[in-house]
């Protein structure tokens, strides 16, 4: 071989072992970056709490089965009283519960269920291979024979609580945002009807969200085309009759169902965050009557307005109250703010300070305990309450509630020094067992009935003529007491 050929075949030797050395770092470097995407991708598609698929996991699977256009259920889950937890052992503790849930649905569910993160303490669960709805209520009766076991967190005994929604495909829906938005109503829907249990989407259930939803659509615009109004309700002071005090009472001036009462429509509105607004409007208008009437030398005169306990716990919007009474000039408890009695003991210095700041800016404290609870007067005893609120309900004939019970709330009241109102009092039973057990102030329609504001001034200038009558439904009402 001639030296030319043989620098030939040399050169052409090196440049296949180039070719093979560079293809065999490509391999290299190909294989690692295959491995690192595998690892971003697997920490895409996990939670990095509970180790397990994550929200994005749970989409991508949703895709894939719809895909296969074979059945397959859907359950949206979600921990009842779990910010209680949070809140009363800590986030850790939380943590460690969400990790010990994890772990129970990967050693009960079986092998065609699978469980995911969602976020906080939501968790969504696939079932596959199933026939009929009776395989999902096998699997989800089972899951709730295994959380009657207390889990142990901290050496806390811990019983899980929960509420969760079932839509299944293709029954319910054949694409995937409305199969998640049916499972999130479903769950919704045990979480307000008992909790701690599951629930399957229906055509009832998809009727009546989709009722919710043209409410919330109609609620929107009545607010912009203020069709929002209030009416007054008297209530009075049994001992000083001659004081004029009314309840403040939203109504939606509906186009063709006419008045509403916001027991119709308070739920959708405070769901939607409308009931601030509704609040505030409800605030400055009595506020500014008020005003005018005081400007019309009639005083002595007190008006109770509503308040969400939502808003009423937060610091900016409690300010904002009370520039409105500085803003109107009104003066110490002629404003009453009405509260339910749902206020959570973990919260209870938070109330304390929110009932003090009110008292600063001039206004009373009414709280509504309809449901008649001991707790809660315990409860409230540390706040600087002026009035509680009874429903006149207990007074009826058909009531089931003990007379004794409400004569010792109502005892127990006065001994706390809280002044009791008896509400909705629409007959003479009412009236008089009212005034039998003692109640201090008496409102509903037996008496007076609601009357727009516009009627106001008349009803005030011709007050002297009613208090003769109602001082004659009074003593008849003690009389017959005796």
Not at 28 to 52: C, M, P, W
Not at 138 to 149: P, W
Not at 319 to 336: A, F, H, M, S, T
Request: net charge negative.
């Amino acid at each position: 071989m001639s030296e030319e050929s043989l620098n030939i075949l040399i050169g052409l030797i090196e440049v296949c072992i180039g070719f093979l050395l560079g293809f065999i770092i490509y391999l290299f470097f190909d294989r690692k970056n295959r491995n690192q995407s595998k690892i971003v991708e697997k920490h895409a598609y996990t939670d990095q709490l509970t180790g397990r698929g994550n929200r994005y996991l749970f989409l991508s699977v949703l895709d894939k089965l719809i895909a296969k256009k074979k059945k397959f259920a859907v359950c949206f889950m979600d921990l009842d009283g779990f910010k209680q937890i949070n809140d009363s052992m800590g986030h850790d503790a939380g943590d460690e519960l969400l990790i010990a849930l994890a772990n129970t649905f990967d050693s009960k569910l079986p092998k065609n269920a699978v469980a995911y993160r969602l976020g906080g303490d939501e968790f969504a669960i696939v079932i596959q291979d199933i026939k009929t709805t009776e395989d999902i209520t096998k699997l989800l009766d089972d899951l709730r024979d295994t959380f009657r076991t207390p889990f142990i967190i901290e050496n806390t005994s811990i019983s899980l609580e929960y509420s969760l929604g079932v839509a299944i495909y293709p029954e319910d829906a054949d694409n995937r945002k409305d199969l998640i938005n049916y499972a999130d109503d479903a769950m919704y829907y045990i979480k307000e009807h008992g909790k701690n249990d599951y629930y399957f989407h229906n055509k009832a259930l998809k009727a009546k969200m989709e009722n919710q939803t043209k409410m919330q659509a109609a609620l929107k615009n009545a607010y912009a085309n203020n069709q929002f109004a209030i009416s007054l309700q008297p209530r009075i002071d049994i001992k000083e009759t001659s004081k004029i005090c009314f309840e403040a009472l939203l109504y939606w001036n509906h186009s063709t169902l006419g008045k509403l009462p916001s027991s119709y429509f308070i739920k959708q509105a405070d769901d939607m965050a409308l009931t601030i607004k509704l609040d505030k409007y409800v605030l400055e208008s009595v506020c500014k009557g008020l005003n005018e009437l005081k400007e019309k030398g009639v005083k002595n005169i007190k008006i109770a307005v509503n308040i969400s306990n939502k808003h009423a716990s937060k610091k900016d919007f409690i300010d904002k109250l009370c520039n409105i009474l500085k803003e109107y000039n009104i003066g110490p408890g002629e404003v009453q703010i009405e509260l339910t009695d749902t206020i959570e003991l973990n919260k209870i210095e938070n109330y304390k300070m929110m009932f003090e700041r009110l008292k600063e800016c001039g206004a009373d404290i009414i709280i509504n305990n309809f449901e008649i609870k001991y707790e809660a007067l315990e409860l409230f005893s540390g706040l600087p309450v002026d009035e509680i609120k009874l429903s006149s309900d207990y007074l009826s004939e058909e009531s089931k509630v003990n007379p004794e019970m409400l004569e010792d709330v109502i005892r127990l009241s006065k001994k706390l020094n809280y002044k009791v109102i008896i509400n909705s009092i629409d007959n003479e039973i009412k009236l008089n067992g009212a005034i039998k057990n003692g109640a201090d102030k008496i409102q509903g329609d037996f008496l007076f009935k609601k009357m727009e504001v516009e009627l106001l001034d008349e009803f005030i200038s011709e007050y002297s003529s009613f208090i003769y009558k109602i001082d004659n439904i009074i003593l008849t009402a003690k009389n017959t007491k005796k």
